[in-house]
């Protein structure tokens, strides 16, 4: 069985600090994908890492794909309260289908 | 493009009634998937549609549910006899084939059983 372990589970940050946010495997996968969820609200497709070594950029969000497509992070430069929400990392596993594993995610708050 | 989106947003019921739910995909993805998300986890898979053909099904489906996509646009998630259990917060998901872990998600229906 497949899973994905997140941590921290819980962080709460002043406004302006940084933070790092893990999603860990023992088992490869062949994408990663990050989500922000809000309450009450569908997650939002954030970013797509599928090479392993993989860095990508989104405004003051980076994200990383380990080497070995394990385990990845997502970085947040000077966090501000709208990025408040639980963010839920997502593995690809190659079935017949485009199966979708996903981690039971980060709840961050920032406070301003 | 008008996104995924869910009805209703919300549902009360009470043990033992059936309720159905109703997921449209954006117009273009030809895949969908219905989860399930309790509070503190992330979303557990339930099932798997590419077109019409209901493909894939999770251990968690149980005898009591069930889902249809007649025509691979819309779908629908029904739930018999619902138990306390089954409270949850039900999220549908779509997704283009070639590009299928990206999946986007509607704002969910919230069900609570009482």
């Known amino acids: 069985t497949q899973l994905l372990e997140q941590s921290p589970q819980f962080l709460s940050i002043q406004e302006g600090e940084n933070l790092t946010v893990y999603c860990n495997s023992s088992s490869v996968f062949s994408s990663l994908q990050w989500y922000r969820q809000e309450p009450g609200e569908g997650p939002v497709l954030l970013v797509t890492v599928v090479t392993g070594g993989e860095v990508k950029k989104l405004k003051r969000l980076t994200f990383q794909f380990g080497d070995a497509r394990k385990d990845s992070s997502l970085h947040i430069t000077a966090a501000q309260p709208g990025d408040t929400g639980l963010y839920l990392c997502a593995g690809g596993v190659k079935t017949s289908y485009d199966k979708v594993i996903f981690g039971p995610g980060t709840s961050l708050s920032v406070i301003p | 493009d008008t996104g995924v989106s869910q009805d209703p947003r919300h549902k009360i019921t009470k043990r033992g009634q059936n309720v159905t739910f109703r997921c449209d995909p954006i117009?273009?993805?030809?895949?969908l998937y219905w989860y399930r998300q309790t509070l503190g986890q992330g979303p557990e898979f339930l099932t798997y549609?590419?077109?019409?053909?209901?493909?894939?099904k999770s251990r968690l489906l149980s005898d009591r549910f069930s889902a249809e996509r007649p025509k691979g646009s819309f779908s629908t998630l029904e739930i018999q006899r619902t138990e306390q259990g089954d409270s949850a917060m039900y999220l549908c998901?779509?997704?283009?084939?070639?590009?299928?872990?990206?999946?986007?998600f509607g704002p969910g229906t919230r069900l609570t059983v009482t």
């Open positions: 117009s273009e993805h030809n895949r």
């Open positions: 998901a779509s997704s283009l084939g070639g590009r299928g872990y990206e999946q986007y």
């Open positions: 549609f590419q077109n019409e053909a209901q493909l894939e």
